[in-house]
């Protein structure tokens, strides 16, 4: 079986998404996932950027509905 490439495509996504207003949207990070759920399968490497990306965000400015997803996404990929 061939290894996903989605990762990187998560990752340049991810860029764009904070160099547009330094800040990541809820819609933002579901497209994100969206990428790594798409063959059906969430792998180390899609898990890893994920992980990457939540730890780059700011607490402080995290609204109500991102902190839930970032906690159901935490629970779900166990991360």
Known sequence: MKESRDYL??????????ADDGKLL????????????RDGVVDANEKRI???IVARLN???LTADMQ???AAL??????
């Open 9 to 18: 495509e998560m990752a340049f996504r991810s860029i764009k998404c904070f």
């Open 26 to 37: 809820v819609h933002e990070l579901e497209s994100l996932v969206d990428i790594a759920r």
């Open 68 to 70: 839930t997803k970032i």
């Open 50 to 52: 994920l992980q990457g």
């Open 59 to 61: 607490p402080a400015e």
């Open 74 to 79: 935490r629970a779900e990929l166990q991360f």
